[in-house]
Every structure is written in C-alpha cells, then in structure tokens.
Nanobody, 123 residues
C-alpha cells in the first residue's frame, strides 16, 4: 500500500488542522493505521492509531482530548483532526499502515509509511 499525507500548514496556537492520508490499493480496510510525528532534533513518536473498521482508537497522552483519528474505508483515507493546537505540536506528521487488525504504537510495527506533512503551530 502507498500512502500520501496532506493537510499540514501553519496555524496559530489554539487553532485546528485536519490531516488526511490517502492510501492506494484495494485492501485499505485490512490495514490498521497510525499517525506519528517528528519534531526537529527529536525522535519520531506515536500520536494515534485506529483499527481496521475504526471501532478502536488509541492516543498518546500528549494529544488525548485534542486530536481525533478517523477513517473512511470507502475513500481509502484516514484523518487526524487536530484541535487546540500548541506550539509543541509542531512537527512533520507521518501516516503509517500495517496489515494487522491490532492497535500499534511502535514505529517498528508499521511496514508502510507516507512521506510526511509539516505542521507548524505559532505562539
């Protein structure tokens, strides 16, 4: 599966953005999906994950209550709605996929990665 992330940009603190990740292939619904991010000088970290049908989700503590992951299997797309953004959310955001219907929070659990989209939150 190939992934294409989009929707990043520059936003003021307290604002919102919605990231999208479009997947190629006919078996998108067979992949659990995740969002990760990498800030300058830091390691890539887990943000959120969603199961095949979208019935289960899990979030990093740092984004819980502010970010929402969702998916539309008919459109082969996963979303990350980001509200109440903070300057510390500034990072390149990556979507990832794995062919296992189990939530995953580790980078090594994902076989497929998108190219990343930059999110910058100004104070």
């Amino acid at each position: 599966v190939q992934l294409q992330a989009s929707g990043g940009g520059l936003v003021q603190a307290g604002g919102s953005l919605r990231l999208s990740c479009a997947a190629s292939g006919r078996t998108f619904s067979s992949y659990s999906m995740g969002w990760f991010r990498q800030a300058p000088g830091k390691e890539r970290e887990f943000v959120a994950t969603i199961s095949w049908k979208g019935s289960n989700t899990y979030y990093a503590d740092s984004v819980k209550g502010r970010f929402t992951i969702s998916r539309d299997n008919a459109k082969n797309t996963v979303y990350l709605q980001m509200n109440s953004l903070k300057p510390e959310d500034t990072a390149v955001y990556y979507c990832a996929a794995r062919n296992i219907d189990r939530l995953g929070i580790l980078l090594g659990e994902y076989a497929y990665w998108g190219q990343g989209t930059q999110v910058t939150v100004s104070s």
